[in-house]
């Protein structure tokens, strides 16, 4: 997960089965000071290519006019991973997010 500015971006690596018919979707989220989500954007589902083993996929979301303590994302997929669905987060206010 990067950001520059109000615009971030995830990457996610899926290793699959090769069957067909699975997809990624991206769910942005802020979190207020206590750690409450409110999502504000969901992807259209990434379909995984039928015989694929690994499959690299990336989508980015921009917090202009967002509010929130941190910012995040949730992938997940269909059908669901033997891990489950996986967050990440980031400080907006962090030297990673202002652009240089």
Do not use: H
Not at 60 to 69: H, K, T
Not at 72 to 99: A, W
């Amino acid at each position: 997960m990067t950001c520059d500015g109000p615009y971030v971006t995830a990457a996610v690596t899926v290793k699959t089965n090769g069957l067909p018919g699975g997809t990624v979707t991206f769910t942005w989220f802020t979190l207020d000071a206590n750690g409450v989500p409110t999502t504000i954007a969901t992807s259209n589902p990434y379909p995984i290519a039928a015989g694929q083993t690994s499959q690299a996929d990336s989508a980015g979301q921009s917090f202009q006019n967002e509010g929130g303590a941190n910012w995040g994302v949730t992938v997940s997929s269909s059908p669901p991973s033997k891990n489950g669905d996986q967050s990440m987060n980031i400080n907006p206010y962090s030297s990673r997010c202002i652009p240089s």
